[in-house]
Nanobody, 124 residues
Framework: VQLQASGGGLVPAGGSLRLSCAAS????????MGWFRQAPGKERKFVST????????SYADSVKGRFTISRDTAKDTVYLQMNGLKPEDTAVYFC??????????????????WGQGTLVTVSS
């Protein structure tokens, strides 16, 4: 399984970005997918996750109401629409895939595959 994240960039506070994660590999459409982020000098943290069918989602409290995760199973791509961006959203964003029991998970240990990360910088 390979994951390729893209869509990061520099955006002013209040702006929007859409991240994409293109996945390839056997049975990838059955994987739970997630987004994590790592701010400078800090640990990587959970952002959002989505079920294999796309009908169930979960978000970190810090992004609820501003970020939306979705997936296009035909394209094997997961998206993270980020609106109302704040300087504290500045981080490297990683997409990840979990082949475990299908339940949504917020812990990194549940994810087997990781993309390379894409940098999001929000200016104040």
């Amino acid at each position: 399984v390979q994951l390729q994240a893209s869509g990061g960039g520099l955006v002013p506070a209040g702006g929007s970005l859409r991240l994409s994660c293109a996945a390839s590999g056997r049975f990838i459409s059955t994987y739970v997918m997630g987004w994590f982020r790592q701010a400078p000098g800090k640990e990587r943290k959970f952002v959002s996750t989505i079920s294999w069918g796309g009908s169930i989602t979960s978000y970190a409290d810090s992004v609820k109401g501003r970020f939306t995760i979705s997936r296009d199973t035909a394209k094997d791509t997961v998206y993270l629409q980020m609106n109302g961006l704040k300087p504290e959203d500045t981080a490297v964003y990683f997409c990840a895939a979990s082949s475990t029991d299908g339940n949504l998970r917020q812990d990194e240990a549940a994810y087997d595959y990781w993309g390379q990360g894409t940098l999001v910088t929000v200016s104040s």
